[in-house]
């Protein structure tokens, strides 16, 4: 057995808004296009971060801390675009 490999980065949501139903679909959207195991986990909580209702269920508000955490062939790529993602405050203001 190999050891559990994974990627992970902490980002805070800069946008005004936070993810709401927008940034939630475009965030959903773009960890759909990886093949790894992708998770969100912000408060306390770890959920999926292929399924939007989990998204929005954690009440991601501006200045929430969120770490993204991937595992699998393309973690790192996919860390890397979501991170930018919200860095970017989904194109929002």
Known sequence: MGEIHMTQETVMIENKTGIHARPAS??????????????????????????????MSMGLVKGTELTIIAEGEDEA?????????????????
Do not use: Y
């Open 26 to 55: 475009v965030f959903v959207q773009t960890a759909t296009k990886f093949k790894s195991k992708i998770q969100i986990e912000a408060k306390g909580k770890k959920v999926d971060a292929k399924s939007i209702l989990m998204l």
């Open 77 to 93: 790529a996919a860390v890397k675009e979501l991170a930018d993602l919200v860095k970017s405050k989904f194109g929002e203001e």
